[in-house]
């Protein structure tokens, strides 16, 4: 793995971390055992692995991963983000796609990568498994 593709995998691990140290600290009573889930976040570069250039400019960046997302999950969450990293005195930095997904599996979540690794032209796309509570709720009737 390349050092700049190292410091961003980092980098986004860390916010990560501190997200999820965030709900943990909101969410400290104990979760009913049917509601257990794992969330699957996905970490999307959208500059190429070789060039280092935006493959697509970013509302077409999204609109593609939304194609791949809805055609694999039926649903999901995205939001932007941007990474950034140095290398030999450079500062790198690219618009990035954060896909949440929940109530799926690690084998759905890897096909879709490998999906946007070759759409989005990346060596890589960081998945994260994160314990959580889901909950449907729909509100008192």
Same mark, same amino acid.
């Given at each position: 793995?390349? &050092? &700049? !593709? %190292?410091? #961003?995998?980092?980098?986004?691990? #860390?916010?990560?971390?501190?997200? %999820?140290?965030?709900?943990?600290?909101? *969410?400290?009573?104990?979760?009913?055992?049917?509601?257990?889930?794992? @969330?699957? #976040?996905?970490?999307?570069?959208?500059?190429?692995?070789?060039?280092?250039?935006?493959?697509?400019?970013?509302?077409?960046?999204?609109? &593609?991963? &939304?194609?791949?997302? #809805?055609?694999?999950?039926?649903?999901?969450?995205?939001? +932007?983000?941007?990474?950034?990293?140095? +290398?030999?005195?450079?500062?790198? @930095?690219?618009?990035?796609?954060?896909?949440?997904? %929940? +109530?799926?599996?690690? +084998?759905?979540?890897?096909?879709?990568?490998?999906? !946007?690794?070759?759409?989005? @032209? @990346?060596?890589? *796309?960081?998945?994260?498994?994160?314990?959580?509570?889901?909950?449907?709720?729909?509100?008192?009737?």
């Amino acid at each position: 793995m390349s &050092k &700049k !593709l %190292s410091i #961003v995998v980092s980098v986004l691990a #860390v916010i990560a971390i501190c997200l %999820s140290a965030a709900a943990l600290i909101v *969410v400290m009573k104990p979760a009913p055992a049917d509601h257990t889930d794992v @969330q699957y #976040v996905m970490y999307l570069g959208t500059n190429g692995a070789e060039t280092n250039e935006p493959v697509f400019a970013p509302e077409e960046a999204r609109e &593609k991963a &939304k194609e791949i997302l #809805v055609k694999h999950f039926g649903g999901y969450t995205l939001t +932007d983000a941007e990474g950034g990293w140095e +290398d030999s005195g450079t500062l790198y @930095q690219e618009y990035t796609l954060v896909i949440y997904l %929940s +109530d799926t599996t690690l +084998d759905k979540v890897h096909a879709a990568a490998d999906e !946007l690794i070759r759409i989005f @032209q @990346q060596s890589s *796309v960081l998945i994260q498994s994160n314990r959580t509570v889901t909950e449907f709720y729909s509100g008192t009737k």
